[in-house]
């Protein structure tokens, strides 16, 4: 059988679930080659020995994004990609980066854009009343403002929490940026600019949620939305300080049952 000579490369920086999937799908893909992986330290990494150990198996380069820095003429424009791309990666790209693809950059974004820009996105879009959703972008020199070429948004429900919500949003960007590569890579895509600045959140606003005043007015709606996106059952939630001791709080809401009435803890007849 005659060998299929792949049509595009691409260079990956990715982490996380969503960039294993993305890897292997790609892995997978006769018409693309993967000529190298940029990944978080193995401190920081999320699914960082899955994606060493895909690559490994399939000969791809991979190299922890210092080093790719560092070495960038030596080990990383040798590549010469078509397409530089990044899956959940936390580092921004320089210039040297961005310039590097023959073709095309592309960023695959964990929030609606130009909503929920930076940090902690599925947060917000309960707490601010934004858009949930992903994003395929291209990438520039600002970071999340290149024009989009496509969008997927993501259902909130009340019972969500921030775990659930955050997987949410994974599931949506492995199936958005499935669907969208083969229109970018045949030019059948249609991108086109942010429609406005939109809103953007830094990291230690997220640290500020997480810590409740116990003397602070809320509605209960606003309340329970902030502990909800806060919690990660049995390992995060809101901390607040009761009498000289501090307590974790998380918050879980279940659909109550047709002809539920709730009664009173204590003794019952």
């Avoid at 920086?13 to 000529?35: M, S």
């Avoid at 024009?147 to 948004?153: I, K, S, T």
């Avoid at 959140?201 to 902030?226: A, G, Q, V, Y």
């Amino acid at each position: 059988m005659k060998q299929l000579n792949p049509s595009r490369s691409i260079l990956m920086c990715l982490d996380n679930r969503v960039g294993y999937e993305c890897l292997k799908f790609l892995l997978n893909d006769p018409e693309t080659k993967v000529c190298g992986a940029v990944v978080h330290p193995r401190a920081t990494a999320l699914f960082g020995d899955e994606i060493l150990a895909a690559c490994e198996a399939a000969g791809v380069p991979a190299f922890e994004f210092q080093r790719a820095r560092e070495h960038f003429d030596e080990i990383i424009r040798p590549l010469e990609p078509d397409y530089v791309s990044c899956f959940y990666f936390d580092y921004v790209l320089d210039e040297r980066f961005l310039s590097l693809p023959k073709i095309d950059t592309i960023n695959v974004h964990p929030g609606y854009l130009p909503y929920n820009k930076g940090f902690f996105y599925y947060v917000w879009s309960v707490l601010d009343g934004t858009p949930a959703g992903v994003s395929v972008h291209r990438m520039n020199s600002a970071a999340d403002a290149g024009d989009l070429y496509a969008q997927a948004l993501v259902e909130v429900t009340p019972e969500d929490t921030g775990d659930t919500l955050y997987r949410k949003h994974e599931d949506a960007a492995i199936q958005l940026f499935r669907a969208t590569w083969p229109s970018i890579v045949d030019g059948t895509y249609r991108s086109h600019p942010q429609r406005h600045p939109g809103t953007r959140h830094k990291l230690n606003e997220m640290s500020e949620l997480l810590r409740l005043d116990p003397d602070e007015r809320l509605r209960t709606r606003d309340l329970i939305d902030r502990l909800r996106v806060c919690t990660v059952p049995g390992r995060s939630g809101c901390i607040v300080d009761i009498d000289g001791e501090s307590f974790q709080v998380e918050l879980q809401l279940k659909p109550v049952p047709c002809g539920f009435v709730p009664s009173p803890p204590g003794k019952r007849d």
